[in-house]
């Protein structure tokens, strides 16, 4: 009759050899492999990163060239589209009223030319911004040489710069900064 316990002798073990060898498995080669992968994609996401904050950078250089671009265009062609209403000019009128008329809408189609190059945002903000009060000044000019008793002002009083040149000026011309 069977024993009611077993032996030892009786009961197979797991993990105790037998009769035949047993082949193991070497996994060290996977795990590093697997470490090497997840340090690649570590280092490509950071690459990835910076790649993009560096065509972010590229961007804003370029709108801000194409702002100051557009605001120096305004302002050369402003200074062209004056030159053009002189007195034997293509645009002169002589009458008061519709020369100052044209010019005004001249230039501000000048400034919506300008404004279009430059989109919306804080960019369009600055130039708009940096080119009113020359803008400003020089509408007044016209308007005083249209209706006034003088030849006209120069653009930029107290700023050092001249738009109009070879006008007369009826204030200071010289910089006013710290005044």
Known sequence: MPRATPTPE??????????????GYDVSAWGQGAQAIAK???????????SAQD??????????????LAQDQILG?????RQDYKPGGPKYVADPD?????YHADLDNIVDQ???????????THVQARIQIALAHERASVDQECFGDGDGLTLGVGDGVTLGSGFRSFGPTWPMNGM
């Open 10 to 23: 009786d009961i197979p073990l797991p993990g105790v050899q037998g009769q035949r060898p047993v082949a």
């Open 40 to 50: 690649g994609v570590q280092t490509l996401g950071a690459d990835v990163q910076k």
């Open 98 to 102: 519709k020369l100052a008329q044209n």
């Open 77 to 81: 062609d402003s200074i062209q589209l």
């Open 114 to 124: 300008g404004l279009q190059k430059v989109p919306e945002g804080p960019f369009r």
């Open 55 to 68: 065509i972010a950078e590229v961007q804003t250089y370029r709108a801000r060239n194409d702002a100051l």
